[in-house]
């Protein structure tokens, strides 16, 4: 069974940095690409970046490039998001996700606000 569970969300001013962590089990964690997205209220969830299995390889969302970053450590079935220079568009609950299963995780909240 999929499980995926987010953490380090919370309250940060603009221009403040957040890193988020997905803890993944029940499946193999080191042979899937992982994803996160984030919905905003009264928006479709997006995807915000994703990485290949190795981790060699990242793609970002185009208004987070350069202020994200995506990462994992294999070892400790883990996906990382490094989040700097927040900004209150940001603001959303974060999920991590696993291409290839439909499970989702609890989601983390993010709020960027002075």
């Known amino acids: 069974q999929v499980r995926l569970v987010e953490s380090g969300g919370g309250l940060v001013q603009p221009g403040g940095s957040l890193r988020l962590s997905c803890a993944a089990s029940?499946?193999?964690?080191?042979?899937?690409?992982m994803r996160w997205y984030r919905q905003a209220p009264g928006k479709e969830r997006e995807v915000v970046a994703h990485?290949?299995?190795?981790?060699?390889?990242?793609s970002y969302a185009d208004s987070v490039k350069g202020r994200f970053t995506i990462s994992r450590d294999n070892a400790k079935n883990t996906v990382y998001l490094q989040m700097n220079n927040l900004k209150p568009e940001d603001t959303a609950v974060y999920y991590c996700?696993?291409?290839?299963?439909?499970?989702w995780g609890q989601g983390t909240q993010v709020t960027v606000s002075s």
């Open positions: 029940g499946f193999s964690f080191s042979t899937y690409v």
């Open positions: 990485i290949t299995s190795g981790g060699i390889r990242t």
């Open positions: 996700k696993a291409l290839g299963f439909d499970s």
